[in-house]
């Protein structure tokens, strides 16, 4: 089974914490849906199959992340990943100069739209930027080519800062889908 999908997520999930809130040696939690883990390993398992797929995963990520615990409740599975995953996402991912640029930029008391906008556009060329109407989110960025990510940037203006949500595009697929 490829389970590289699966570690760059959880890898980019961290690197996007540390450069939010600042590197801390601790462990780390995710959360993910079991559809979402399918996705990330093109399988098609239930929870408990799930469980016994990612076993090999925490043996092959082990020498980077550390010993990774998996729990779940239902089809919600949490990964907690060791303070030495966190050391090696900090010693040795350097910062995506996109996302870097783009966390500095809305963390600024007065960012606009327009100043992510223009953080979006000195990256790519091919960028989509929409105004959604459908009450959860204000906007919709993301770039064209899924380059240098393949996020969907899903931002709320709240009048005195602006707050994003990140997801694949098929789990923000989902999200659309859930809410028609």
Known sequence: ??????????????????????????????????LSLNRF????????????????FCAAV??????????????????????????????HMGDT????????AIEKHGCTIDDLLAVFRGHSEHVHAEKITDGEFDYLIYFE???????????????CHIIYHRFTPDDYKDLIASME
Do not use: W
Not at 62 to 87: M, V, Y
Not at 97 to 104: K, N
Not at 145 to 159: A, I, M, S
């Open 97 to 104: 100069a996109f996302l870097s640029e783009f966390i500095r």
């Open 1 to 34: 089974m490829d389970y590289t999908k699966l570690k760059n997520h959880i890898i980019d999930m961290m690197k996007e914490e540390q450069l939010k809130l600042g590197y801390r040696s601790e462990a780390f939690r995710l959360y993910y849906p079991l």
């Open 145 to 159: 080519d899924g380059k240098p990510d393949d996020f969907r940037y899903c931002l709320t203006d709240e009048g």
């Open 62 to 91: 082990r020498a980077e992340l550390g010993e990774i615990e998996i729990s779940n409740q239902g089809d919600r599975f949490c990964f907690t990943i060791p303070k030495e995953g966190s050391d090696y996402v900090h010693a």
């Open 41 to 56: 390993l093109s399988a098609d398992h239930t929870a408990p199959q799930m469980r016994s797929a990612l076993k090999p």
